[in-house]
């Protein structure tokens, strides 16, 4: 081997290096549902052939928002391909805030029923704190009420909501250690930036980092992002987070998702999230994609809770 082939081994050899340090993996969000979601098929397996209750999910969907009516729809779908009995209960625009009370009263009630959800956004008419504060703790299986949420705030069994659920299980199963990392969570929602923060910063397997809440009076975000080793941007703004606020190496979930025009697409349309994918991923370990990334694991959570919840495993 002559001189200029050894330096040129060399010089590969750095780049390999380089390539290898900051080689970005994509964390698949619709394969691991897909994976999970067949995980709670083998249970439902089980708990049949052990002549035990199938679990039944009932969900509420007021009015015909096109929006809601895909998602009650996926949800539906979702529990038929494992093998959970559910209903959707329908119930129109008009119905009165006491009338959708008593539905719920109803579900509560109702022994064959494990867990049950009522769409949101519900009609203007409507309180969306009552409606959720009507619904049994028990039944929760969103997660939302405050019941819940104050059980996962201290570290009791509870109901996590989809969202957050769902990022957690992917830092799981992608092996992405929290514990001494500085994570900045974009967004403090209640159902995803607010519980996120949390469940990363509790004394547990999936927490115990130093977390970083930003939100919209939150100074310099760009510097605070740089110094994540975990980004999660659950802000609401199309492709917010840019190249230049991620440092090196750091993992990237983004929660975000907008339907934009495009004319790259047949449809005239694509998806984007919260991040600007093109200039962020390079940077990366590990960063999910929009869509394929948090969204397929969403639905995944409500089949876990409502698992729980027929198997009686949180209360
Ligand atoms: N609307 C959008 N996402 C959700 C969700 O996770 N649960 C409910 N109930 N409504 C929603």
Request: proline share 4%; with cysteine; hydrophobic share 40%.
């Amino acid at each position: 081997m002559n001189k200029e082939s050894d330096s040129y081994s060399d010089i590969n050899q750095e780049i390999v290096m380089t390539y290898k340090q900051h080689s970005m993996e994509l964390i698949d969000g619709k394969k691991t549902a897909a994976i999970i979601k067949e995980e709670i098929a083998e249970q439902v397996i089980k708990i049949k052939s052990e002549g035990g209750k199938m679990p039944n999910l009932a969900v509420i969907i007021v009015g015909d928002d096109g929006a809601s009516a895909t998602y009650v729809a996926a949800k539906i779908k979702a529990c038929e391909k494992v093998g959970f009995i559910s209903t959707d209960i329908k119930l129109p625009d008009s119905i009165t805030e006491y009338e959708l009370l008593e539905e719920i009263d109803k579900l509560n009630n109702n022994d064959e029923v494990d867990g049950f959800i009522v769409q949101l956004p519900l009609p203007k008419h409507i309180s969306e704190h009552k409606v959720i504060e009507a619904i049994d703790p028990k039944k929760d299986v969103d997660g939302f009420h405050p019941v819940n949420v104050g059980r996962m705030a201290i570290g009791l069994p509870s109901y996590v909501s989809a969202t957050p659920a769902g990022i957690i299980e992917l830092l799981q199963r992608y092996n992405i250690q929290t514990e001494g990392k500085n994570c900045v969570v974009l967004g403090r929602s209640n159902i995803v930036g607010t519980p996120v923060s949390i469940l990363l910063s509790r004394k547990s397997e999936t927490g115990n980092a130093t977390v970083t809440l930003c939100h919209s009076r939150t100074k310099n975000i760009k510097e605070i992002c740089k110094q994540a080793d975990i980004l999660i941007a659950a802000i609401g703004q199309e492709e917010f987070v840019t190249g230049d606020m991620v440092k090196k190496g750091a993992v990237v979930i983004d929660v975000g998702i907008h339907r934009v025009k495009s004319d790259k697409t047949k449809s005239g349309w694509k998806l984007i999230g919260d991040v600007n994918f093109d200039e962020v991923a390079p940077k990366c370990s590990f960063i999910t994609p929009v869509p394929g990334g948090v969204g397929p694991m969403t639905i995944v959570s409500l089949l876990q809770n409502t698992l729980l919840a027929a198997q009686k495993k949180v209360y």
